[in-house]
């Protein structure tokens, strides 16, 4: 028997998770949420909407009909009805205290658009090396912000303002997923919105490996670091990231390729103290 949901903590966030053809982790995770829940379901062929709708009939659920990726996320955030959204995957959730925490951040932090949680990943719950390299804040931490800044997340692992997350285009459907988080970091910095780790909030994650090609991964990401260069960095970074790329995955020069309409017309070059910040990110790792 399905548990019953825990009390929500808030009022003020909203729990978005993108899924696909993951009904049987949806069962186990979603309880698990302590705030309103709005799955979004990539065209899912398991029966996944509708189990989850008989046995949460207080979660909102989507179904897309097709599979959008990491944009079904954007379309969660887009009916939400709190000034605030939190992320989740399928395998993942916020530990107990963080959701009101982030309700609590973002109202004290006026300029906080973006707050990353610390993960924990596995059984084990070993940190995950994201987080272990956020929490050596090599960018600092400016004033009036909740944490040391960052310019990239897991995005199983943030919460955001809705509206700065709208405005600043959410995630792109042209990215689909792996690496789809980088554009809109950059983004919401050149918003002048603060992006903060803050360790106090904690999200779980037990990913599964299985049914999933590590091949196409690094195509996907070579392409998608390829097109973000194209669409903010200036050529010189664009020309080593297409040279990376290939060295990557040759196929994913021609993947990018097929967007470069689209990326030449939506060009928008970042502030120089982001790109600045960027350098100085590349030059750490």
Same mark, same amino acid.
Do not use: K
């Given at each position: 028997?399905?548990?019953?949901?825990?009390?929500?903590?808030?009022?003020?966030?909203?729990?978005?998770?993108?899924?696909?053809?993951? %009904?049987?982790?949806?069962?186990?995770?979603?309880? %698990?949420?302590?705030?309103?829940?709005? =799955?979004?379901?990539?065209? !899912?062929?398991?029966? !996944?909407?509708?189990?989850?709708?008989?046995?949460?009939?207080?979660?909102?659920?989507?179904?897309?009909?097709?599979?959008?990726?990491?944009?079904?996320?954007?379309?969660?955030?887009?009916?939400?009805?709190?000034?605030?959204?939190?992320?989740?995957?399928?395998? !993942?959730?916020?530990?107990?205290?963080?959701?009101?925490? =982030? #309700?609590?951040?973002?109202?004290?932090?006026?300029?906080?658009?973006?707050?990353?949680?610390?993960?924990?990943?596995?059984?084990?719950?070993?940190?995950?090396?994201? !987080?272990?390299?956020?929490? /050596?804040?090599?960018?600092?931490?400016?004033?009036?912000?909740?944490?040391?800044?960052?310019?990239?997340?897991?995005?199983?692992?943030?919460?955001?303002?809705?509206?700065?997350?709208?405005?600043?285009?959410?995630?792109?459907?042209?990215? /689909?997923?792996?690496?789809?988080?980088?554009?809109?970091?950059?983004?919401?910095?050149?918003?002048?919105? @603060?992006?903060?780790?803050?360790?106090?909030?904690?999200?779980? @994650?037990?990913?599964?490996?299985?049914? /999933?090609?590590?091949?196409?991964?690094?195509?996907?990401?070579?392409?998608?670091?390829?097109?973000?260069?194209?669409?903010? /960095? $200036?050529?010189?970074?664009? #020309?080593?990231?297409?040279?990376?790329?290939?060295?990557?995955?040759?196929?994913?020069?021609?993947?990018?390729?097929?967007?470069?309409?689209?990326?030449?017309?939506?060009?928008? $070059?970042? $502030?120089?103290?982001?790109?600045?910040?960027?350098? %100085?990110?590349?030059?750490?790792?």
């Amino acid at each position: 028997m399905t548990r019953p949901p825990i009390p929500y903590e808030t009022r003020d966030v909203t729990v978005v998770v993108a899924t696909r053809n993951r %009904r049987e982790r949806l069962l186990d995770t979603l309880p %698990r949420h302590a705030a309103e829940v709005i =799955v979004v379901d990539n065209g !899912s062929d398991d029966g !996944s909407p509708e189990a989850i709708a008989r046995a949460f009939p207080h979660v909102t659920v989507v179904p897309l009909g097709e599979n959008r990726a990491a944009a079904a996320r954007t379309a969660g955030a887009e009916l939400a009805r709190t000034p605030y959204v939190a992320f989740a995957d399928d395998d !993942s959730w916020w530990e107990p205290g963080s959701l009101a925490g =982030v #309700a609590e951040l973002f109202r004290t932090h006026p300029r906080a658009g973006l707050l990353a949680a610390r993960v924990l990943a596995g059984p084990e719950q070993r940190e995950d090396p994201v !987080s272990t390299a956020q929490a /050596r804040a090599p960018l600092g931490t400016p004033s009036g912000a909740p944490g040391p800044a960052i310019l990239g997340f897991l995005a199983c692992s943030v919460a955001v303002r809705r509206d700065d997350f709208l405005a600043a285009g959410g995630f792109r459907p042209q990215l /689909r997923v792996y690496g789809e988080e980088a554009l809109l970091a950059v983004d919401l910095a050149a918003a002048g919105r @603060h992006l903060s780790y803050v360790p106090r909030l904690t999200v779980r @994650h037990v990913p599964l490996s299985e049914g /999933r090609d590590p091949r196409a991964r690094r195509r996907l990401e070579a392409r998608n670091r390829l097109l973000t260069a194209m669409l903010r /960095r $200036p050529p010189a970074v664009v #020309a080593r990231t297409a040279a990376a790329a290939w060295r990557d995955d040759p196929r994913s020069l021609a993947d990018a390729a097929r967007l470069l309409p689209w990326a030449l017309r939506e060009r928008q $070059p970042l $502030p120089s103290h982001i790109e600045s910040a960027l350098v %100085r990110l590349a030059n750490e790792g």
